[in-house]
Every structure is written in structure tokens, then in C-alpha cells.
């Protein structure tokens, strides 16, 4: 009986550690064709598109009205989790309204 908990409980932990961290909701509007290089080197051709990002957090400035978190664009897995690797596309900025802490959105922080 213990061994079957123990089994039941580790099975859960495990599914528990490899959860998606962006909702599934999310995930389907997002074009999963879409990469970073096609909009930066065009972006004017996808406004209005949705896409999934990744990256280390470079700068997080707020303004009157909004808040600019400026990231080092790193690839993610299927995961959602960034790949452990020296490759970026760029920078980006990442603008939303109202205030962010910029302790919770540090330089360093992968998003």
C-alpha cells in the first residue's frame, strides 16, 4: 500500500514539473510558424499577430503609462522553457500598461 502511494505521489510530482508555463488558451491563438527573425526582419507584416517569445530580462523601464521590459530574444523549447545556449536573434521590447516591480522584472530574469 505505501509503495503504491509513493508511486502515485511521484508520478504526480513528475507531471507537476514538466506543466507548460504559458496557458494552453494562449498556446493555440499563437502562430506556432511564427519565429522571431521573420518579425524582426519584418514587422510591420505581422501586427496583430501572436507569437510566443522567450528571453533574459535586459532592462525594465516604466513610463507614465506603461511599462517597457526590454529581453535578449533566447529560443524555447517545446517546454516553454528557454534552450540552455549562446544563441540570440536580437533584442526586443516587451510593452504592456500600467506599472511593473522592477525587482519581480530584474535584469537577469528569464521570461
Known amino acids: 500500500m505505501l509503495r503504491n502511494l ?37 514587422p510591420e507584416n505581422y501586427v496583430g499577430s501572436k507569437i510566443i517569445l522567450g528571453g533574459v530580462i535586459v532592462k525594465t523601464t516604466n513610463l507614465s503609462d506603461k511599462a517597457e521590459i526590454e529581453l535578449v530574444q533566447k ?26 516591480e522592477p525587482e519581480i522584472y530584474a535584469k537577469g530574469r528569464e521570461v
Do not use: Y
Open 6 to 42: 509513493c508511486l502515485i505521489a511521484f508520478v504526480m510530482m513528475s507531471f507537476l514539473g514538466c506543466s507548460h508555463p504559458i496557458a494552453e488558451n494562449l498556446r493555440r491563438e499563437a502562430d506556432p510558424a511564427l519565429t522571431f527573425a521573420q518579425v524582426f526582419q519584418s
Open 75 to 100: 529560443e524555447i523549447n517545446s517546454f516553454g522553457k528557454l534552450v540552455d545556449n549562446d544563441v540570440s536573434g536580437g533584442r526586443f521590447i516587451f510593452v504592456r500598461p500600467g506599472f511593473v
